[in-house]
Nanobody
Framework: QVQLVESGGGLVQPGGSLRLSCTAS??????????MGWYRQAPGKQRELVAA???????NYADSVKGRFTISRDNAKNTVYLQMNSLKPEDTAVYYC???????????WGQGTQVTVSS
């Protein structure tokens, strides 16, 4: 069993910042082999990729968050982060952490954390 637990969500005003964390535990034997990603799903919309980081620390971002969000990982802590700055109301969504390991087709999701950007 593998568990991904997100934290750090909440209510923030437009222009504010939040940092999300996702910590892996269980039979994952360390996240260093995994590509890690943050996805989000707003009400009535499909889940979309926000940011991803490979095992080699390459990153990619959705166009809508480039320059505002930063994904990082600390393999020693089995944790991936999403620093979100200059938040906008359209960033409001449930944010999900994902771990993916291609050679075994392993794919895990966290339970999600709510981010609400509102004045």
């Amino acid at each position: 069993q593998v568990q991904l637990v997100e934290s750090g969500g909440g209510l923030v005003q437009p222009g504010g910042s939040l940092r999300l964390s996702c910590t892996a535990s269980g039979s994952i034997f360390g996240i260093y082999r995994y590509a890690m990603g943050w996805y989000r799903q707003a009400p009535g919309k499909q889940r979309e990729l926000v940011a991803a980081i490979t095992s080699g620390f390459s990153t990619n971002y959705a166009d809508s968050v480039k320059g505002r969000f930063t994904i990082s990982r600390d393999n020693a802590k089995n944790t991936v982060y999403l620093q979100m700055n200059s938040l906008k109301p359209e960033d409001t969504a449930v944010y999900y952490c994902n771990a993916h390991y291609g050679p075994s087709s392993s794919n895990y999701w966290g339970q999600g954390t709510q981010v609400t950007v509102s004045s």
